[in-house]
């Protein structure tokens, strides 16, 4: 019995040497489908409209302030501190930025659905195109002979 367990732990640290493969290399296999550089970028929310003014402000104030992350700390302590009237501002930036974008967003889905009809078409009618003007070479090679190739 003990050597049927032995066998199997053997057969286990082979698999997981040959599974090990593409981790060796650096590489995983990708399973998320590459990202459309044409699609629209999500719109900011309210409290990075905010961002966008406090880190003019901030880096004003204090200009020898080299550290990211010393900006977003007192922002996020800033906009805590903020009622609902002073973030009123920003929350409607945010909304207007958001109508924007799902007004894109139908635009950019209305083109998807039509873009793989409209690529073949210009597809066939750069064929098309081509195929004409071989035949337009064809003819006009004034030999007045016909080549039996076409």
Do not use: H, I
Not at 35 to 53: G, Q, T
Not at 72 to 83: L, N, T, Y
Not at 97 to 114: I, L, T, W
């Amino acid at each position: 019995m003990k050597g049927g367990k032995s066998n199997t732990k053997k057969a286990d640290t082979k698999l997981a040497v040959k599974g090990g493969a593409a981790t060796k290399a650096g590489r995983k296999p990708s399973k998320k489908a590459a990202k459309d550089p044409n699609k629209p970028k999500r719109p900011a929310s309210a409290f990075f409209v905010f961002m966008e003014e406090f880190r003019k402000q901030f880096n004003k104030e204090n200009p020898d302030n080299k550290a990211v992350s010393a900006v977003g700390k007192a922002a996020g302590a800033k906009w805590k501190s903020m009622s609902e009237a002073d973030k009123a501002p920003y929350v409607a930036r945010a909304e207007k930025r958001k109508v924007d974008y799902e007004k894109s967003m139908k635009a950019y889905n209305k083109r998807q659905a039509e873009g793989p009809t409209a690529a073949e078409e210009e597809e066939g009618s750069e064929k098309s195109m081509s195929e004409v003007n071989d035949e337009e070479e064809g003819e006009d090679d004034g030999s007045g002979e016909e080549d039996d190739d076409e």
